[in-house]
RNA sequence: UGGGCCGUCGUCUAAUGGUAGGACCCUGGCCUUUGACGCCAGUUGUAGAGGUUCGAAUCCUCUCGGCCCAGCCA
């Protein structure tokens, strides 16, 4: 078995990573780092890293660091913080000791632009943001020098201290590389290494009135903590050579930048500007909308870390742009779900049964199993008197060929319980179906008949006076489109927003069992899905409990025929 | 059309010059006290054209198509 896993073949980046170590580079050490921008919520894209970077590090005996890369102080703020360790913890990684933040390299940062300006590679600019913008070139035009771009490294040395001084406005100058102007990649055309910023930081307060750039700050970073493969998405291909010129000329020691395709999921939106709109526009409650894809969402919803692990590896790392089909997601998830969680039954629908031959007001108490993949989980009693609810789903009047549940006249077991026949159909005034009247067989106590007679169908049901009522929510996906975003006809993603996305259902019946039911736990309410208490809204009352994800239903698919 | 990256079943992803395989989705069937799960079977693919080679998804050339870059964001 060793053997076969040792032969599965490996991404490109566990290639790259396992033949550096076989070559001996970095002396065989593997040093990975995740480093999210403490500006927002992570979300499922954000897990793929998480799993590579920490899953890397794992595999070969590495180590990965957590670090925020918090270098604007106007956006960043410690409730992301926060959040982003709350959430990374909670996928089952575990950083150690190795928590940083690209604010504890803002001196050495600062030194190095000091080196640069003295070995004449950097240089303050004087120009404005639209002049520089303008000086920038195109994309097919070569761009021009800045006229202070010759300045002497002594004046320019003298400006740069005076901007950390706080003695000019924001936006007066900027500190550049001296890099190439006509360069065609146009991150190499001078590109800014520090700029003016008034703000506040999150960690470092108002010690700092200028800032580094991204640019100026990763490769550095990486470089200090010596990751010595440094995973990012495909964008940050094109300022590779850049983070490699700062190094080179810094003389520091170079970590190997490697590009990887980001996350695309099929009926949801992954950039952070289009999640925080769904937020402010109301279209979801928050950033933990259960229907949100962000890690606090899907946990909410009921997603398991061991899911979303799964579904990572399951996916693959490559540089191809793609989009996962969401349902492979849900059946990581579904495939997680169907081995832990404990079955009960709940009626979302509810229809009032009366068994009319089952003594008045007596009750007694069945075995139901747990979990049918599990043995340990055990057994449990549930309830069972004359008036039941069953689902509405499970009654037609008038039933079609593939059919199999209760009909008048046709006889179906109640899991678990006895085997009963429809006999009268009570409706009222508008003709809809209120109550059913059934007999039961007793010889059936347990669902096996004894002259080894069978039904087509199996349901589910809780007894009515023991049954507990609550507030049940179910999730679609969030859009009808597979690919919301960049619509052909340049429609907005927001016109592809799914109205049935959410339906709350305030009168369902669940087995008593359930009235224990506390957040984390998840249930698999039989013939319907998963569910978990939802955490939020269950907080000084009674639970209330969200779906997770459905079960796989032929009976839908026929039906829809 | 400057630079960078990428094209393998519907969707992901393997095959690193030697039988194009797996997963998801879908379709049948079996099993079933969940129309679940499981099991079995099945459909579908190397963007195109040349070239090199005994042999090409893989190497070369061209064509076509897609993504990213002109923030004092990351």
Request: one cysteine or more.
């Given at each position: 078995?060793?053997?076969?896993?040792?032969?599965?073949?490996?991404?490109?980046?566990?290639?790259?990573?396992?033949?550096?170590?076989?070559?001996?580079?970095?002396?065989?050490?593997?040093?990975?780092?995740?480093?999210?921008?403490?500006?927002?919520?992570?979300?499922?894209?954000?897990?793929?890293?998480?799993?590579?970077?920490?899953?890397?590090?794992?595999?070969?005996?590495?180590?990965?660091?957590?670090?925020?890369?918090?270098?604007?102080?106007?956006?960043?703020?410690?409730?992301?913080?926060?959040?982003?360790?709350?959430?990374?913890?909670?996928?089952?990684?575990?950083?150690?000791?190795?928590?940083?933040?690209?604010?504890?390299?803002f001196q050495n940062l600062y030194d190095f632009a000091v080196m640069l300006i003295k070995g004449e590679k950097a240089?303050?600019?004087?120009?404005?943001?639209?002049?520089?913008?303008?000086?920038?070139?195109?994309?097919?035009?070569?761009?021009?020098?800045?006229?202070?771009?010759?300045?002497?490294?002594?004046?320019?040395?003298?400006?740069?201290?005076?901007?950390?001084?706080?003695e000019f406005e924001e936006g007066a100058h900027v500190l550049r590389a001296k890099i190439d102007m006509s360069s065609?990649?146009?991150?190499?055309?001078?590109?800014?290494?520090?700029?003016?910023?008034?703000?506040?930081?999150?960690?470092?307060?108002?010690?700092?009135?200028?800032?580094?750039?991204?640019?100026?700050?990763?490769?550095?970073?990486?470089?200090?903590?010596?990751?010595?493969?440094?995973?990012?998405?495909?964008?940050?291909?094109?300022?590779?050579?850049?983070?490699?010129?700062?190094?080179?000329?810094?003389?520091?020691?170079?970590?190997?930048?490697?590009?990887?395709?980001?996350?695309?999921?099929?009926?949801?939106?992954?950039?952070?500007?289009?999640?925080?709109?769904?937020?402010?526009?109301?279209?979801?409650?928050?950033?933990?909308?259960?229907?949100?894809?962000?890690?606090?969402?899907?946990?909410?919803?009921?997603?398991?870390?061991?899911?979303?692990?799964?579904?990572?590896?399951?996916?693959?790392?490559?540089?191809?742009?793609?989009?996962?089909?969401?349902?492979?997601?849900?059946?990581?998830?579904?495939?997680?779900?169907?081995?832990?969680?404990?079955?009960?039954?709940?009626?979302?629908?509810?229809?009032?049964?009366?068994?009319?031959?089952?003594?008045?007001?007596?009750?007694?108490?069945?075995?139901?199993?747990?979990?049918?993949?599990?043995?340990?989980?055990?057994?449990?009693?549930?309830?069972?008197?004359?008036?039941?609810?069953?689902?509405?789903?499970?009654?037609?009047?008038?039933?079609?060929?593939?059919?199999?549940?209760?009909?008048?006249?046709?006889?179906?077991?109640?899991r678990y319980a006895y085997f009963i026949t429809c006999t009268d159909v009570i409706k009222n005034e508008d003709g809809?179906?209120?109550?059913?009247?059934?007999?039961?067989?007793?010889?059936?106590?347990?669902?096996?008949?004894?002259?080894?007679?069978?039904?087509?169908?199996?349901?589910?049901?809780?007894?009515?006076?023991?049954?507990?009522?609550?507030?049940?929510?179910?999730?679609?996906?969030?859009?009808?489109?597979?690919?919301?975003?960049?619509?052909?006809?340049?429609?907005?993603?927001?016109?592809?927003?799914?109205?049935?996305?959410?339906?709350?259902?305030?009168?369902?019946?669940?087995?008593?069992?359930?009235?224990?039911?506390?957040?984390?736990?998840?249930?698999?309410?039989?013939?319907?899905?998963?569910?978990?208490?939802?955490?939020?809204?269950?907080?000084?009352?009674?639970?209330?409990?969200?779906?997770?994800?459905?079960?796989?239903?032929?009976?839908?698919?026929?039906?829809?025929?």
């Amino acid at each position: 078995m060793e053997q076969e896993s040792n032969k599965k073949s490996l991404d490109f980046i566990r290639a790259i990573i396992a033949e550096d170590i076989a070559n001996n580079k970095n002396e065989g050490r593997v040093a990975t780092r995740f480093p999210p921008e403490p500006n927002g919520y992570l979300h499922i894209g954000h897990a793929k890293s998480i799993c590579l970077n920490f899953g890397v590090a794992e595999e070969f005996g590495g180590t990965c660091n957590l670090r925020f890369d918090d270098t604007n102080p106007t956006k960043e703020d410690t409730e992301y913080v926060e959040s982003i360790m709350e959430d990374v913890k909670w996928l089952g990684y575990d950083w150690g000791e190795r928590l940083y933040y690209a604010s504890d390299y803002f001196q050495n940062l600062y030194d190095f632009a000091v080196m640069l300006i003295k070995g004449e590679k950097a240089y303050v600019d004087s120009l404005n943001a639209d002049e520089i913008r303008e000086y920038r070139g195109t994309l097919s035009e070569p761009g021009r020098e800045s006229p202070f771009r010759e300045r002497s490294a002594k004046e320019s040395l003298d400006l740069f201290e005076r901007m950390k001084e706080g003695e000019f406005e924001e936006g007066a100058h900027v500190l550049r590389a001296k890099i190439d102007m006509s360069s065609g990649n146009l991150n190499m055309r001078d590109p800014i290494m520090y700029r003016i910023l008034k703000q506040s930081h999150h960690r470092t307060g108002d010690t700092w009135s200028i800032y580094p750039m991204y640019d100026f700050a990763h490769g550095q970073s990486d470089s200090l903590e010596e990751i010595t493969h440094s995973l990012c998405t495909l964008e940050f291909a094109d300022p590779r050579p850049l983070y490699d010129w700062f190094t080179e000329q810094l003389g520091i020691y170079a970590q190997r930048q490697i590009e990887f395709a980001r996350l695309n999921l099929s009926y949801t939106v992954l950039s952070k500007r289009k999640l925080m709109q769904l937020v402010q526009d109301g279209h979801v409650s928050s950033w933990d909308d259960p229907r949100m894809p962000t890690v606090s969402g899907l946990r909410r919803r009921g997603y398991t870390p061991v899911a979303i692990r799964s579904f990572c590896e399951k996916i693959g790392v490559t540089k191809q742009d793609s989009v996962i089909d969401v349902a492979l997601l849900e059946h990581a998830l579904k495939e997680d779900l169907n081995k832990s969680a404990l079955r009960v039954m709940g009626v979302l629908n509810p229809l009032k049964v009366v068994i009319t031959n089952y003594p008045g007001d007596s009750s007694e108490e069945l075995d139901a199993v747990n979990n049918p993949e599990d043995e340990s989980a055990g057994k449990r009693k549930v309830p069972f008197s004359k008036e039941l609810y069953i689902e509405r789903d499970d009654f037609m009047e008038e039933p079609p060929k593939k059919f199999y549940r209760l009909s008048l006249g046709r006889e179906v077991r109640l899991r678990y319980a006895y085997f009963i026949t429809c006999t009268d159909v009570i409706k009222n005034e508008d003709g809809e179906v209120t109550e059913l009247h059934c007999t039961y067989d007793p010889q059936t106590r347990g669902g096996n008949s004894p002259d080894g007679r069978k039904v087509k169908a199996t349901i589910h049901w809780v007894s009515a006076k023991h049954s507990i009522k609550r507030e049940v929510r179910l999730y679609d996906r969030l859009f009808t489109v597979a690919e919301p975003e960049g619509d052909k006809e340049g429609k907005d993603f927001t016109e592809f927003l799914n109205p049935q996305s959410l339906t709350v259902l305030k009168d369902c019946y669940l087995e008593p069992s359930l009235a224990d039911a506390t957040p984390g736990v998840n249930y698999q309410f039989e013939r319907l899905g998963y569910f978990t208490v939802d955490t939020i809204s269950s907080k000084n009352t009674k639970p209330v409990f969200n779906r997770t994800v459905t079960l796989r239903d032929a009976w839908a698919k026929v039906k829809g025929k």
